[in-house]
Every structure is written in structure tokens, then in C-alpha cells.
């Protein structure tokens, strides 16, 4: 049974960073793309950045482009987002996700396998 579990969230000030991680489990994700989303309350959730398993291709919303970097550990079938220079407005739920197919994809329903979430707060 594939397993995502997320950890690194907290509470941050504008401008710190976070380094959040996914441990994944459960088969072979070699022919897989993994994501990360966010969902801030009341609105729905978005893509923030994709990664491919199998090389070093990866993907990010325009939002978080130079500020977030995706980035993966094969050997421990660990996915990481580091998040730097955080703004309010990065206040939200991530969730990292796992997608058939060495497509990068951006859309929710495309994900076949998500996580629980870590909950990410940045103060003003």
C-alpha cells in the first residue's frame, strides 16, 4: 500500500525558511512524478512544484519560482521542498503526491496518491 507521510511544517517569520519532507512507501516510484500542493484555508488547493523520480527534471508554480526548491533522496524514498524567503501568503497545507507517468503534471485530479499534509505558518 503506498504510503506518503509529510513532516517539517511549523511556525516561521516572513522571510525564514522550512524544509519540508515527504517519506514515500509502499512500491517503486521510478516511473512516477511527485508533487507538492497547498491549500490555505478557504481557498482551494494549488500546485507549488513537481519533480520526476527517475532524473532531475522538476517544475514550479510561478508563485514560488527562486524562492522554493524541490528536491528528492532517492535511497530513502524521501521528496523535500525547501521553502526560503516565506511570505503570509505561503500560510497553508502541504501535501506532497504521487502521479503514474514521467509526465509533469500540475492539476490535482491527475495525482493518484497524496499525503495528510504538514501544517506551514508564516507570521507577519
Known amino acids: 500500500q503506498v504510503q506518503l507521510v509529510e513532516s517539517g511544517g511549523g511556525l516561521v517569520q516572513a522571510g525564514g525558511s522550512l524544509r519540508l519532507s515527504c517519506a514515500a512507501s509502499?512500491?517503486?516510484?521510478?516511473?512516477?512524478?511527485l508533487g507538492w500542493f497547498r491549500q490555505a484555508p478557504g481557498k482551494e488547493r494549488e500546485f507549488v512544484a513537481a519533480?520526476?523520480?527517475?532524473?532531475?527534471?522538476?517544475y514550479y508554480a510561478d508563485s514560488v519560482r527562486g524562492r522554493f526548491t524541490i528536491s528528492r533522496d532517492n535511497a530513502k524514498n524521501t521528496l523535500y521542498l525547501q521553502l526560503n524567503s516565506l511570505k503570509p501568503e505561503d500560510t497553508a497545507v502541504y501535501s506532497c503526491?504521487?502521479?503514474?507517468?514521467?509526465?509533469?503534471?500540475?492539476?490535482?485530479?491527475?495525482?493518484?496518491?497524496w499525503g495528510q499534509g504538514t501544517q506551514v505558518t508564516v507570521s507577519s
Open positions: 519533480s520526476r523520480w527517475s532524473d532531475d527534471y522538476t
Open positions: 503526491a504521487a502521479s503514474k507517468g514521467w509526465r509533469i503534471r500540475v492539476g490535482v485530479t491527475e495525482y493518484d496518491y
Open positions: 509502499g512500491r517503486s516510484f521510478s516511473a512516477y512524478t
